[in-house]
């Protein structure tokens, strides 16, 4: 559903190079010329013609330092000293290394041959002119800049951040800090932990606060996330209770719902809707339902707004035990992921079954095992996916 979703054109900054690392290119990097541009030297030697090897001996005309501007050209039985990352003489197609030869005055002697354009950097051998070296999209790292330098690219086109405005409703969350006398409340962890998790997949998140679970300050918070936000992502106020009023609120609001509730376990109750170019997630209270509806479908929104192709990455591995699904619905099962002689294998060994609000299910080398709605008994050997966390 998500992939159909127009998320409008990428919006994005330049920003200088030194300061890129980490951020998502908005364009492709293209190759304005071919690297090298002329054949070079790879190491340091002598450029000679070939054919010219059966002579054994050659006279030295020249020296060509890297950086040297000059034509320089050899003759038959000529050779010019040639130093690593210089261009290569005209008329010269190979270069004997230095420990190939011995010096004799003016000449050098050809102790072992050498196969034609040996040490000789073709034109394009990195890269030919507009070649695609780095696509839009790409996270930019320590090569990326390495190879951007190269080019002489100062300034870097980046998409800008998605701000996520992260919201907790709900009269029985106690935010961090807060102090309550009443043993029914609940200590806030939903928002520090979507916050966490989008901000490490590239967005910006806000940290918006707790809610109590009226429409009028649902209202106004809803508002004001929108007004600071591209994406608001709250949690709580979507079930069926009667103190469930995100459902009611966000439709007030004029905002269009793309859908509400989704046939996956956990997370049944679920709503996105889109006002404007905003999106408003919905998501469940429970701990381990909004970070596993938060993966499944704020990441993606999150990667569309980065130019990214997908919000996060889905492998084949093996299962290492039986497996029993417990609902009639897809679930998304906490698990371990271990690779094993180069395959992905899956185990719930410290996994517990209960309700979803054991978040603690996805500390470790936890990953998401994802289940068909036709999926009941999964025996031990049986071949399954896997998100990666």
Known sequence: MLELLDVGSLRHERVPLSSSLGRVLAIDI????????????SMDGYAIKFEDQELKLLRVVDQNPAGDSRDLSINHGECI??????????????????????????????????????????????????????????????????VMASLNVVMVDVALKPRIGVLSTGSEIVDLGECSENIASI??????????????????????????????????????????????????GVSVGDYDF????????????????????????????????KFIVSLP????????????YVL???????????????????????FTKRSPFS????????????????????????SSAILTNMLGSASLMITAIEDQFLPKGTRVRAIKL
Do not use: W
């Open 285 to 296: 209270g429970f701990a381990y339902s909004s970070t596993v509806t938060g993966v499944l």
């Open 30 to 41: 293209v190759a304005p010329h071919s690297e090298p541009e002329f054949p070079t030297a």
């Open 331 to 354: 679930e998304f099962s906490a698990c371990n992921l271990v690779l094993k002689n180069g395959s992905y294998h899956i185990n719930f060994e410290g996994k517990k079954i209960g």
């Open 81 to 146: 000293k040639t130093f690593t990352g210089s261009k290569m003489p005209s008329g010269s197609d190979t270069l004997l290394q230095i420990e190939n030869v011995s010096i004799k005055d003016d000449y050098i002697v050809i102790d072992e041959a050498v196969a034609e354009a040996s040490s000789v950097r073709a034109v394009g051998e990195s890269f030919k002119k507009g070649d695609v070296l780095i696509k839009k999209g790409t996270k930019i790292g320590f090569v990326e800049i390495g």
């Open 187 to 236: 200590r806030s962890s939903n928002n520090y932990t979507l916050a966490a998790l989008f901000e490490s997949y590239g967005a910006t998140a806000l940290q918006l606060g707790t809610i109590k679970d009226d429409k009028q300050s649902i209202t106004e918070a809803l508002q004001n996330a929108l007004e600071s936000s591209d994406i608001v992502v709250t949690t709580g």
């Open 246 to 277: 995100v459902k009611d609120v966000v439709p007030r609001l004029g905002a269009e719902v793309i859908f509400k509730g989704v046939a996956i376990k956990p997370g049944r109750h679920i709503m996105l809707a889109k006002k404007g170019s």
């Open 300 to 322: 993606p929104l999150i990667a569309k707004m980065l130019a990214k192709s997908s919000g996060y990455e889905v492998v084949e591995a093996v299962l290492d035990e039986d």
